[in-house]
């Protein structure tokens, strides 16, 4: 009986680590954005949506839902008023993603141990390789030219495809 609660407790924990990971890295790609915009417009009117599905937090800068799998960063509107302006605040989010993964890489391959203990330094060395996989999916599914196809975004178009838009216009 012991050995069954310490599984699902284990599990449970396993389970809200994967879901911070996945919320620390969307809201930072989105703030990514916010930091491009901010820098672009000087504006620090703005609005981050992660997730969807059953609301957990809602903010004035920050709505939070259960399902942390996409993210949106919504500018005030009309600020966004030149050509730079769109492309710095749409790279604001990929640059972030991509400046995670190499961080992520150079402490992954460092070489140098985490901690003595074995066990500890395997479920370390998990949740590393698991924050690079999420952030460099992230970055991935940001540059790439292509239409979103699940959660809130479907349809939306990725930074990338906006960004190959704004440059041709």
């Known amino acids: 009986m012991f050995r069954m609660v310490a599984i699902l407790f284990e599990l449970a924990v396993l389970v809200c680590a994967l879901w911070a990971l996945s919320f620390l890295s969307t809201v930072l790609h989105e703030l990514g954005h916010a930091l491009g915009y901010m820098l672009a417009t000087g504006d620090t009117h703005w609005h981050i949506r992660v997730g969807w599905g059953k609301r957990l937090l809602n903010v004035k800068a920050l709505t939070v839902n259960l399902l942390v799998f996409d993210g949106l960063f919504s500018p005030a509107e009309g600020r966004i008023d030149t050509k730079a302006k769109l492309i710095m605040m749409l790279s604001g989010g990929p640059i ?31 949740f590393i390789n698991t924050a690079l996989f999420i952030n460099g999916a992230i970055l991935l599914l940001s540059i790439l030219p292509v239409h979103y196809f699940w959660g809130e975004v479907k349809g939306m178009e990725s930074d990338g495809l906006q960004i190959i838009h704004a440059m041709k216009a």
């Open 96 to 126: 972030i993603s991509l400046v995670l993964v190499v961080a992520l890489l150079l402490l992954r391959f460092s070489g140098a141990p985490f901690y003595s203990d074995a066990i500890a330094q395997s479920a370390i060395v998990f």
